[in-house]
């Protein structure tokens, strides 16, 4: 297969520099598989919900609307066939694991998958606040119970079943799943503000409780050993069709997304980072990277056909027709509902998730652009210097 980034990358070069220093340090030792001597990382952990969700979800699970992600035309793109991927193809997670010469990540819950190089613990519908919170405030109509507490408990799970326990945090079965891992952490919390929607539960308040609860699970994952930890944001939701369908014609923003939402998905943002901060200073042997999903959507938004695309806000697969091709109650996977034929052409794929293409570029700027901070080839350098 291809590769995703251009020959002359600063990422190729630096994995081809990366297996050199492992060529000539085994060299004189035992062989190495030909596969690991190309690999900066064996193996990656993802966390998150629909926009990074592998398979965790099958038709009638996840975010409310969207309950047929087990029918065509999902995964028509790529796969060709639907993979409970909430998409025509491949994710941002699925890019990154092409890009480390790393096979695509299986689901946790299919318990049939090779998990040699790693497990995807995203699921859709996922929230960064508990789901017991939304069960006090009446909201847990048709929404799924996991949160990111559930991914940490699957984690563990398999810690176990790897044969690391917190009880002995430096046997070599621990260091074994933590030292050449990469632990990617997909953008969660979006769910939480559309969850509360509509209701008394202020902004402020879903923002507070989620980066609080988010803010655990990192520390969680970097005291059990984390050392390389990628941190995605929040996109620009306000530009999803959902918000346009939803949101009055005249809360608009200079790029003609929903303004109050991209505000408050910003706000969000300045605190995630302020609170990253805080936890490289206190896990100072970590690196922690944070890929700005709200610029990276944001950029594409403002010039789409750098990117060879041409619809900003509608829905590749929908009903409705302009200007959102989008209905709520009849969303992609519906028997009624058909596809358009250049996908590679939308920023949107269904509504609310986005198409392979979007994926990609989005991949592109975190792995190889420089909408990561610090940036991802930091990470790797970090990680060549610390085999």
């Known amino acids: 297969m291809a590769s995703l980034f251009p020959a002359h990358s600063s990422l190729q070069n630096i994995l081809?520099?990366?297996?050199?220093?492992?060529?000539?340090?085994?060299?004189?030792?035992?062989?190495?598989?030909?596969?690991?001597?190309?690999?900066?990382?064996?193996?990656?952990y993802a966390f998150g919900d629909s926009f990074t969700d592998t398979g965790n979800t099958e038709s009638l699970t996840g975010p409310n609307g969207f309950v047929h992600v087990s029918n065509p035309p999902y995964g028509t793109t790529f796969f060709h066939h639907p993979t409970n991927r909430y998409s025509d193809g491949r994710l941002v997670i699925d890019f990154v694991a092409q890009s480390l010469s790393l096979p695509f990540?299986?689901?946790?819950?299919?318990?049939?998958?090779?998990?040699?190089?790693?497990?995807?613990?995203?699921?859709?519908?996922?929230?960064?606040?508990?789901?017991?919170?939304?069960?006090?405030?009446?909201?847990?109509?048709?929404?799924?119970?996991?949160?990111?507490?559930?991914?940490?408990?699957?984690?563990?799970?398999?810690?176990?079943?790897?044969?690391?326990?917190d009880s002995e945090p430096g046997s070599d079965q621990c260091r074994e799943a933590f030292d050449d891992a990469l632990f990617w952490v997909g953008e969660i919390g979006v769910n939480d503000y559309a969850y509360t929607l509509g209701s008394t539960v202020s902004g402020d308040t879903i923002r507070k409780l989620a980066i609080y609860g988010f803010t655990e699970f990192l520390q969680t994952l970097l005291k059990k050993g984390a050392k390389y930890v990628v941190v995605e944001s929040l996109p620009t939701t306000g530009c999803l069709p959902l918000a346009m369908t939803l949101a009055p014609s005249d809360d608009r923003d200079d790029i003609g997304c929903v303004k109050s939402v991209n505000n408050q998905t910003s706000a969000h943002n300045l605190v995630l980072q302020s609170k990253l901060s805080e936890l490289r200073q206190q896990f100072p042997q970590a690196v922690i990277v944070y890929a700005d999903y709200w610029n990276a959507y944001r950029t594409v938004m403002e010039n789409p056909a750098k990117y060879g695309m041409k619809e900003r806000f509608k829905a590749c697969c929908g009903t409705g027709g302009d200007p959102y091709n989008f209905d709520v109650f009849n969303t992609c996977g519906s028997p009624s509902v058909t596809a358009c034929s250049d996908p590679h052409e939308y920023i949107n794929w269904d509504g609310v998730h986005l198409t392979e293409a979007m994926y990609k570029v989005v991949a592109d700027m975190f792995v190889d652009g420089n909408l990561s901070n610090p940036p991802f080839k930091t990470l790797l350098e970090r990680r060549l210097r610390k085999p």
């Not at 520099?17 to 900066?40: G, K, V, Y």
């Open 16 to 44: 081809i520099t990366f297996t050199t220093i492992i060529f000539l340090a085994s060299s004189s030792s035992s062989a190495t598989p030909e596969t690991n001597q190309r690999r900066p990382f064996n193996k990656i």
């Open 105 to 165: 990540l299986p689901p946790y819950r299919n318990s049939k998958a090779n998990k040699t190089h790693g497990v995807n613990f995203a699921v859709a519908g996922s929230t960064a606040i508990n789901h017991e919170f939304f069960v006090r405030n009446n909201l847990s109509l048709d929404i799924t119970p996991e949160s990111i507490d559930t991914q940490m408990i699957w984690f563990n799970k398999y810690l176990e079943s790897q044969g690391c326990r």
